[in-house]
């Protein structure tokens, strides 16, 4: 009687136990969740995914330990299919779709105390942005109605769109305060600059390079210098920067060419940047600074309608241009050794005369589409290449990659030491190597990941935007998945080769 008694005793006291610690959880869950709560925001966020949860600090001055992807519903994009969204919080960063979601109510801005990211937007001139596009305001009128579609002029076409980062992050951060645009609440606009995580500088560096960097008969600087020194003297009256030094400052320069001649004078700011290529290492480099990919230029393939590897019959695809300057030497080397080789496309080409169309069409019929160092370490083909499902082979040994610390780029990407790839023979053996079984799993995986290098307005979660902002946001973490993913580039294909060896004995 006393055994039983006992064990009843100690059941209760489970159940008890077990009872208080959901009532708490519950609690804490309904108080963060609710806007009108006197919770203070410091309070921590619960978390919560399939398998376990995770607590984080809302203090915006605190480093962030975990990587999230923010996912909420979203309307039918202007350049992609709707799908359904869900503010996806993985605390694993795995990427994958197993966590419990949260939803944006579709008539309400995000509320700032829920953002993974707050961003103070500083009131340039339309100069320095939108009026680059040839758009007029009323007098007094810095931005576009974004709520208005034909308000935003669209970003010129040609070479000119694969730099436009600047622009769809201006108009990412202009729809959070919308209410009836509804995308993922990862970085919300607000009105104080205290309130803020990081403090944007809305200038089209980018597009000022590409249309204004010539100087007119009747002028003494072009204005893109002139745009550049008004920047400057701007930053440096304004208290936000004297605080900081610059430091929580948010600059797009994506062109290699962008804020040349002012780059020093504003080097300690968080420059959003195609590659190292072209700066010094005190000026950018991975400790402060983001990598953001290229807008691709060729249409995206629907995954359903993706070529697999028997219905791909070119082995290895190139078109572009050849003779470049600097790292890009290794271009004609490759010319010249693969342009007579069985099942190789490998040839000049340019954005003219359907250029464009061509490559999309070639990508999409090959099995391996070669990134080759040009005048910098990076292109926008590699991002054709993903946007095609044609599995990349990276030849670039000083190559920096988007969002290197959350992606594996090891798991569809070949990547090759230029001083192997101009072996005779060396380049041809390893792709021919790689089996049907191993090519598709690299091309399912692209298809898989492939959102991430989309830019597009309203954004979309997972897209280029918002995982931009999200890379951001984890500048304030540590280095240390990034380096484990940037030792795998060769690792896979030195296995393979051994394996290759193997198979020969």
């Excluded at 159940?15 to 519950?26: Q, T």
């Excluded at 597009?207 to 930053?235: A, G, T, W």
């Excluded at 994506?254 to 002012?262: E, G, I, K």
Aim: glycine content about 4%; aromatic content about 10%; overall charge positive.
């Amino acid at each position: 009687m006393t055994e039983k008694n006992t064990l009843s005793s100690r059941f209760f006291s489970c159940l008890v136990a077990i009872s208080m610690s959901l009532l708490i959880l519950s609690s804490l869950f309904l108080f963060r969740f609710n806007n009108n709560s006197s919770i203070p925001t410091s309070v921590l966020k619960i978390l919560v995914n399939s398998t376990s949860l995770c607590f984080e600090s809302n203090d915006h001055r605190k480093p962030i330990e975990h990587h999230f992807h923010s996912y909420v519903t979203s309307p039918i994009s202007t350049h992609q299919p709707s799908r359904t969204q869900v503010n996806e919080i993985d605390c694993e960063n795995s990427y994958s779709s197993k966590s419990v979601s949260l939803k944006q109510d579709k008539t309400d801005a995000c509320d700032p105390n829920s953002a993974l990211l707050r961003v103070y937007m500083y009131d340039l001139p339309p100069e320095f942005h939108f009026g680059l596009l040839g758009w007029r305001g009323s007098p007094n009128q810095r931005w576009p109605n974004v709520s208005d579609p034909s308000q935003i002029l669209p970003y010129p076409g040609g070479l000119n769109l694969q730099h436009s980062i600047e622009y769809w992050l201006t108009l990412d951060l202009l729809s959070s305060n919308t209410p009836n645009i509804v995308r993922p609440c990862s970085a919300i606009r607000v009105q104080n600059s205290s309130q803020a995580d990081v403090i944007f500088v809305p200038f089209f560096s980018s597009l000022s390079y590409n249309r204004h960097s010539k100087i007119n008969r009747k002028e003494r600087v072009s204005i893109n210098r002139f745009l550049q020194d008004k920047l400057v003297d701007f930053l440096k009256g304004r208290r936000e920067w004297r605080q900081s030094g610059g430091k929580d400052h948010l600059i797009v320069a994506h062109h290699p060419n962008s804020m040349l001649a002012v780059r020093r004078k504003l080097g300690l700011a968080m420059f959003v940047l195609a590659d190292f290529g072209r700066y010094p290492v005190e000026i950018a480099n991975l400790e402060k600074d983001v990598i953001a990919p290229y807008k691709h230029m060729v249409k995206t393939v629907a995954a359903r309608n993706s070529s697999t590897f028997e219905e791909r019959p070119v082995l290895v695809y190139f078109q572009g241009a050849i003779y470049r300057k600097d790292g890009g030497a290794i271009r004609q080397e490759l010319y010249y050794l693969l342009k007579d080789k069985k099942d190789v496309h490998f040839t000049f080409g340019t954005v003219q005369a359907n250029g464009i169309k061509q490559a999309g069409r070639g990508m999409a019929s090959s099995k391996f589409c070669l990134n080759i160092a040009g005048d910098t370490p990076s292109s926008n083909r590699l991002f054709d290449a993903i946007s095609s499902h044609c599995v990349p082979v990276i030849i670039s040994d000083d190559i920096e990659l988007p969002f290197e610390d959350v992606l594996d780029y090891s798991e569809f990407c070949i990547f090759v030491r230029s001083s192997d790839a101009v072996k005779e023979g060396y380049l041809l053996n390893l792709l021919r190597g790689i089996g049907q079984e191993r090519w598709t799993k690299m091309w399912e995986r692209i298809k898989e990941i492939g959102h991430h290098f989309e830019y597009q307005h309203p954004s979309l979660p997972g897209d280029a935007v918002n995982m931009i902002w999200e890379a951001v946001s984890r500048k304030r973490s540590s280095l240390i998945r990034y380096n484990v993913h940037r030792k795998n580039r060769y690792r896979r294909s030195q296995l393979l080769l051994k394996d290759q060896s193997s198979l020969i004995l």
